[in-house]
C-alpha cells in the first residue's frame, strides 16, 4: 500500500502499513475528507514525518489530536500555521520557554523550525473533523502512533521523550526507559498550567541538557 510518508520513514513502517488496520484507517480518513471538512489538508497529515526524518529524531514531543478550528492544524503537534492566532496550549509552551530558557516569546506558531533540527512533533490521532475534537479516535491512528514509538524506542537510543499529561504519559508505556530520557509534566492546557502542572517544569533546558551529555546538537526552541 502506498502511502505518501517522507522517505527515511518508508521502510520503517512498511510493515505497518501492510495490516488490516492501517489499511481500514486510511479508507476511513479518504471517506471522511470527501465527505466532511478535516484537518489538517490532507498533504499535511504525515507532515510531522516529512519535516523530522527518522533518522535525525532526537526529540519526541506527543500530543493527542490536530486542532480543529480552520486554518490551523498543520500536522505538527502544538503548531499552528504562520500568521494564525496561538492557541492557549501554545502560548503556555512558549511562556515556559520564555522564563526557562530566555528566549523572547515569538511572532510565528509554527513549530517545523523545532522539527527541522530533530523534533519529532507527533500527535496520537493524526486527522480530526472540523470543530469535532476526538473525532477521528479510535480509528487506529493510536495504533499506529503507538507502533511509530516502539520503533524509535527500539531503534535508537538516547531519544528524549517529552510527555505532558495523562495521555501523552499512556503512550510513553511504548518506551525503554534504559535507553531513553524521559520528562514527564503535566500538560500546557491551561486548565493543567493554571493548577501549577506545567509551568517551571523546565523541560526545555533540560532536553538540551540531555542532548548536551549524549554529545549532540542542543535545540534552538
Known amino acids: 500500500m502506498q502511502v505518501n510518508i517522507a522517505e527515511s520513514w518508508k521502510h520503517i513502517l512498511q510493515e505497518e502499513f501492510e495490516?488490516?488496520?492501517?489499511?481500514?484507517?486510511?479508507?476511513?480518513?479518504?471517506t471522511e475528507y470527501q465527505n466532511h471538512t478535516c484537518f489538517p489538508k490532507g498533504d499535511n497529515i504525515f507532515s510531522a514525518f516529512d519535516f523530522c526524518s527518522f533518522e535525525d529524531v532526537k526529540v519526541v514531543i506527543i500530543g493527542q489530536d490536530p486542532y480543529h478550528g480552520v486554518g490551523q492544524a498543520n500536522g505538527l503537534c502544538f503548531s499552528v500555521h504562520e500568521g494564525i492566532k496561538h492557541p492557549p496550549s501554545l502560548i503556555n509552551i512558549f511562556?515556559?520557554?520564555?522564563?526557562?530558557?530566555?528566549?523572547?516569546y515569538p511572532v510565528s506558531g509554527d513549530l517545523s523550525r523545532w522539527a527541522k533540527q530533530g523534533v519529532l512533533l507527533l500527535?496520537?490521532?493524526?486527522?480530526?473533523?472540523?470543530?469535532?475534537?476526538?473525532?477521528?479516535?479510535?480509528?487506529?491512528?493510536?495504533?499506529?502512533?503507538?507502533?511509530v514509538i516502539s520503533k524509535i524506542s527500539e531503534e535508537k537510543?538516547?531519544?528524549?521523550?517529552?510527555?505532558?499529561?495523562?495521555?501523552?504519559?499512556?503512550?510513553?508505556?511504548?518506551?525503554?526507559?534504559?535507553?531513553?530520557?524521559?520528562?514527564?509534566?503535566g500538560h500546557p492546557s491551561p486548565l493543567s498550567a493554571n493548577r501549577g502542572y506545567w509551568f517551571g517544569n523546565k523541560h526545555f533546558s533540560k532536553t538540551n541538557e540531555f542532548l548536551q551529555k549524549d554529545g549532540l546538537p542542543t535545540i534552538q526552541w
Open 19 to 30: 495490516k488490516d488496520y492501517f489499511k481500514n484507517l486510511i479508507d476511513f480518513v479518504k
Open 95 to 104: 511562556k515556559e520557554i520564555e522564563t526557562d530558557v530566555n528566549i523572547p
Open 123 to 147: 500527535n496520537a490521532t493524526l486527522t480530526v473533523r472540523a470543530g469535532e475534537a476526538g473525532s477521528h479516535q479510535k480509528k487506529g491512528w493510536e495504533q499506529f502512533t503507538d507502533a
Open 157 to 185: 537510543e538516547n531519544v528524549v521523550f517529552l510527555l505532558w499529561g495523562g495521555y501523552a504519559k499512556k503512550k510513553g508505556a511504548k518506551i525503554n526507559k534504559n535507553k531513553h530520557h524521559i520528562l514527564t509534566s
